[in-house]
């Protein structure tokens, strides 16, 4: 009986895992076909969209998420692969480019105007996209909304979706690697980084010293460490490229080419 339903948790694992590994695969073809017609996709790109795809899997699917349910600092762990991680790998991945140059020109044109639109100009906005994703994890770790997801499936989906749409968001606010038509300044941008980041570290620090309803001290205080080291491990690959391009785009410009030659 209990092989049964070994075998039955192994099958449903397989099958929710299903949706991932096409979105890897599909990933793979457009790369391979574009291929034909642009210039060669870089195979860095095919690693980061792997990668990013599996650690955002990993939060709901598996021993990770398994164990989320009862374990505060498993839950943290898949905090932190399904909203820091995963966006920030795939937002590197640029797949917004890969789609463009995948499809044809009339659905690139509709695409392209979708990324004009008021909405996205709003939501793109790096003030917006850190309330949406500082402020929703305030919401999540300091009302009863985290005890409520974990009786009901639906609230359980839409939180993970909701945290990895927020970190997606947030992540391609602040670098800009796709096309990025409502683009703000550097200054800005930086500013509103530092809040970001503040306002996590600030809340890590709060989950230390008040648990969330139901969660006890021990648990609380690990999940309080890892979600202040490990966001401040992730934080510094996105400050690191984000101060890349800043240099890239404030250093002097060469007005010649010429280069003495010393033979």
């Known amino acids: 009986m209990m092989e049964g339903s070994m075998h039955?948790?192994?099958g449903t694992q397989l099958v929710l895992m299903l949706p991932f590994l096409l979105m890897i695969g599909a990933y793979i073809w457009a790369g391979m076909i574009t291929n034909r017609h642009y210039k060669t996709w870089p195979v860095t790109r095919y690693v980061f969209w792997a990668v990013g795809i599996l650690c955002a899997a990993s939060a709901v699917i598996?021993?990770?998420?398994?164990?989320?349910?009862?374990?505060?600092?498993?839950?943290?762990t898949g905090h932190?692969?399904?909203?820091?991680?995963a966006p920030?790998?795939?937002a590197i991945a640029?797949?917004?480019t890969l789609i463009l140059r995948t499809l044809n020109v009339k659905w690139s044109r509709r695409i392209s105007r979708l990324l004009k639109s008021r909405f996205f100009q709003v939501v793109s906005d790096p003030v917006v996209a850190t309330l949406l994703n500082v402020g929703g994890l305030w919401l999540l770790y300091t009302t009863d909304l985290y005890m409520a997801m974990q009786h009901s499936i639906a609230l359980h989906v839409f939180v993970h979706l909701h945290v990895f749409l927020a970190g997606y968001i947030f992540t391609v606010s602040m670098i800009?690697?796709?096309p990025t038509p409502h683009q703000r300044s550097y200054i800005y941008r930086g500013i509103v980084l530092v809040f970001a980041l503040g306002g996590h570290g600030i809340l890590s620090k709060y989950i230390y010293a008040y648990p969330p309803a139901g969660i006890p001290q021990e648990q609380a205080e690990a999940g309080g460490m890892l979600m202040y080291y490990g966001g401040d491990a992730i934080d510094i690959?996105?400050?690191t490229i984000f101060c890349y391009q800043w240099y890239k785009a404030s250093r002097p410009r060469t007005t010649s080419t010429y280069q003495p030659q010393y033979n």
């Not at 598996?62 to 943290?76: E, L, Q, S, V, Y």
């Not at 932190?80 to 991680?85: C, I, Q, T, Y």
Request: hydrophobic fraction near 55%.
């Open 8 to 10: 039955q948790e192994t």
């Open 62 to 76: 598996g021993p990770i998420a398994n164990r989320a349910h009862g374990d505060f600092t498993m839950h943290m």
């Open 80 to 85: 932190l692969l399904l909203g820091m991680l």
């Open 88 to 90: 920030l790998l795939i």
């Open 94 to 96: 640029a797949p917004i």
């Open 176 to 178: 800009y690697i796709d």
């Open 237 to 239: 690959v996105l400050i």
